[in-house]
């Protein structure tokens, strides 16, 4: 019987890694959970990605387009399964992932013509889901934030960004993206944020073990 895939995915600067943390550590007391995370920076099978968004390819996102730059992360992620928690899952080892197949849908939707996100969308979840057989998410978790608070966030960090994170055009249109992303795929809205400062991370961590309840 294979375990639960749990995911935790949302817009840059929003605290996905504390958080996937944070419940990683709340729930292996009781339960057996491996984590993981995207891009696997840890392991070659990032290489493309690393190449991709530290502008090796092009400086400009955009000019890389939807369906190149997801095949990116998508052999890491199909690469990760593999090697890493496949076995894992199939023996009923439960997953928590800090982002997923979600995250090509948020940051490469935003590059086409609203008339194609349908299309894109179906694409990408046939190509990893159907054709990689990666493991569907029993639930995937949106953490949300204004984007003004992300910025903020994001420029605090003090560390190189990539060719998303500044590229600020781009990041606004993954904000207009990224609700119709979650109606159509009914991943688990969290606000993170009061619009001005970000919410503690112990208020964001109550909000998201309210919503896995059930799930395990």
């Known amino acids: 019987m294979n375990g639960k895939l749990i995911v935790i995915d949302g817009i840059d600067g929003c605290g996905k890694t504390t958080q996937t943390n944070l ?3 709340y729930l292996k007391i009781n339960h057996p959970f491996k984590l993981i995370s995207f891009p696997n920076y840890e392991n ?27 095949s990116f992360y ?21 997953i928590i992932s800090a982002r997923y197949v979600s995250s090509n849908a948020i940051h490469q939707t935003p ?7 349908d299309k894109y969308l179906d694409w990408l979840h046939d190509y990893e889901y159907n054709k990689l057989l990666l493991p569907k998410p029993d639930l995937t978790i949106f953490l ?19 060719i998303h994170e500044s590229d600020k055009n781009y990041m606004d249109k993954c904000y207009e993206s990224y609700k119709y992303i979650c109606e159509k795929y009914n991943y688990k809205i969290i606000n993170c944020c009061d619009k001005i400062n970000p919410l503690k991370k112990e208020e964001i961590f109550d909000k998201i073990l309210k919503e896995i309840q059930g799930v395990l």
Do not use: C, H
């Open 111 to 117: 590059k086409l013509s609203s008339i194609y996100w």
């Open 74 to 94: 998508s052999a890491d992620r199909y690469i990760s399964y593999m090697t890493n928690w496949k076995k894992d899952y199939n023996s009923g080892i439960n």
């Open 144 to 162: 949300s934030m204004s984007k003004n608070v992300s910025n903020s966030l994001i420029k605090k960090r003090n560390i190189k960004q990539d």
């Open 23 to 25: 419940l990683y550590e």
């Open 44 to 70: 070659k099978s990032s290489s493309l990605v690393k190449m991709y968004l530290d502008g090796e390819i092009d400086k400009n996102p955009s000019n890389i387009n939807a369906f190149a730059a997801s």
